[in-house]
């Protein structure tokens, strides 16, 4: 019994936050698995190309990326929901989905924050004389429309926004709130904790980028920090997701800056070379690794700060994130 209860919480009756966690992860694994089987079935009984040309493609080929980051983003909802039912016992809305009128509202103000955001490190850039403007609207093959091209992205960028997310904090920061709030951790030390916490992940798993550093790992777990600052003072994931897709998008394909160490240059709004000290302008990795991209995120916590406590007339942690499943709930 005593061993059960290493794996069994009794009083919510369903796993102990450890192995719901690495269940989430084992879903999320086995859809991917499964989507990818299954798309590469189609693509191999619908497109004329060899299969062995078709394997040894480029990876980063932007259809093939385009295609893997859907999978993941289909992967990601599905295994978040089914953790939900089996393993969480809590609807997929309570992961910060309850979409109200309110919720896209806050989206919205993401979408707003993250463009302009971005937008100020390029306007800095550009006026400390580092950035040279090359052109406009520029694409990787002259063959291909503008706006075709830069549809690849846009959507790309979406997803990762969703997804990102989704895992991130709707269901890591979530858990390890409710896994820390212990009978001697009080309900905000135990968000807090899970906020610090789900925010260095996020940064280290971006150490795995291209042209990834000590110093762009720091600056991440602080850009972590600030995408779930939306997330610990309301409970949803509008803001989040708003600020992470435009923050991605004007970083890559309005600004041509790289993102988190990866050049996505298919279709991008205004084609820059980038000089200055790496220190600052973040060089190869993009601005997320220098000085000017941690002010940004500073600035956008201050102002997220300011819209939420103007919205609810108050700040404080979501006391919703290290609650429990309700008894009707868990037994729904």
Known sequence: ????????????????????????????????????????????????????????????????????????????????????RLLDRRPFAAFGFHLSRRWWQDCAFGLVLGALLMTGVFLVEWAAGWIT??????????????????????????????????LSRGYLLRNLSEGFHLSWVGRRAAILAAWLISSIIFGVLHALNPNASLVSTLNLIIAGLFLGLGYVLTGELALPIGLHITWNLFQGNIYGFPVSGVVFDQATVIAIVQGGPDWVTGGVFGPEAGL?????????????????????????????????????????
Not at 30 to 53: D, F, H, K
Not at 319 to 331: E, V
């Open 1 to 84: 019994m005593r061993l059960l209860r290493i794996f069994w919480n009794p009083r919510e009756r369903r796993l102990r936050m450890l192995w719901r966690l690495l269940g989430q992860l084992v879903i999320l694994a086995l859809l991917t698995v499964l989507l990818t089987l299954l798309v590469a079935l189609v693509i191999g009984l619908t497109s004329s190309i060899p299969q062995g040309e078709l394997l040894g493609m480029e990876l980063l080929a932007p259809s093939l990326m385009l295609t893997s980051t859907l999978i993941t983003t289909a992967a990601t909802l599905a295994s978040v929901w089914v953790a939900g």
């Open 133 to 166: 403007v090359e052109g406009f609207f520029r694409t990787g093959s002259s063959e291909q429309p503008f706006a075709l091209a830069f549809l690849t992205p846009l959507v790309l960028f979406v997803c990762v926004g969703i997804y990102e997310e989704t």
């Open 292 to 332: 000017v991209g941690l002010l940004a995120t500073v600035v956008g916590g201050a102002l997220t700060v300011a819209w939420v406590r103007r919205r609810q007339g108050g700040l404080m942690f979501d006391p919703s994130l290290a609650r429990p499943p309700q008894r009707d709930t868990l037994s729904g």
